[in-house]
Each structure stands twice: as structure tokens, then as C-alpha cells.
């Protein structure tokens, strides 16, 4: 029974927990269902009615302006697109649409790309924006009225701005 006793005292203390070398783990999950998020809710829908100085001044015109937000965990490229609807005036097409991005500021280095004409176009990059209110970019949208003719006013031209943005890392 001596023997017994010792032991005893030993799975005593192993059980609370004073010998050394004890270990415990603790599994940790972290699940990214997505990587980027982009919120574009500050472009206002964009009405234009032309006027008689629009006409008259340098095509393209700025009709509007458009404004979007980009949260990324990756690498990233901020395109746009449009597309029209069928429209009353002879010529017109998402070719004389253009947007310049001219300004892109906030966290993960985000720069303004060239923009253009659509097809889709590039308007801005940036990475990783990870403890930040993300990168915020801006532009003008225009319009090229030059080719446009209005048989029978008025001539409504509608069409949709499409933003999107995709992973560009390597």
C-alpha cells in the first residue's frame, strides 16, 4: 500500500494541473468568403437635358460624376461599362460615352487609371486596404454628342454604368 499512495499523490497533482509540460490547443477558424467589396451607392443616377451651350462647347461634355468605394484583402482593378438602350437618336452608342477617374484616395495605394472610352475600361488599382475605410476613387462621366442626330425631339438616350472589381494579384 505504499506504493499505492505515492501514486496517488501524483495523479492528484497532474489532475491540478502543477506539474509542468501540460499543453492545451485551441482550434481557430477564419473563413473569407470574399475578398474584395465594392460600393458604388454614392454615383446619383445621371440626368442630362442637353443645352444650347452643350452643343456648342468641346466634345465630349461632362454630363455627371460617379464616385465608388473598394474594401480589398488583394490586389485589385476597378473597371467600368456601359451599355445602352434602344434609343431615338440616330448614331448615338456607348462609344461616345468616356469617364475619367480624377481622384483616387484612402488606404492601399489606390491610383486613378487612364479611363476612356467604355469597353469595358480600367478607372483605377490598388491592394490590400485591410484596417482602413478602404480606397475611394472619383471621375466624370462625358459624353460626345458631335455624331448625334434628333429626328424627332426629344431624343431620350439611356443606358446603364456597370462598375465590377476583379483580383489582379499575380
Known sequence: MRHIRPVAVILMTL?????????????????????LYLDCSGSAPITHTVTQSDIQSTQPITVGTWSCNVDALTNYILSADISLNPTSVVNASANDFSETCTSATGNGSPTCGAGGTFGPITLGTGGNTAGSLG???SGNVRVNLSDWDVPTPPGIVQGTITYSVSD???
Open 15 to 35: 489532475s491540478l494541473g502543477w506539474a509542468s509540460g501540460l499543453s492545451q490547443t485551441q482550434t481557430v477558424t477564419i473563413t473569407v468568403n470574399q475578398s
Open 135 to 137: 480606397a475611394d476613387f
Open 168 to 170: 489582379s494579384t499575380p
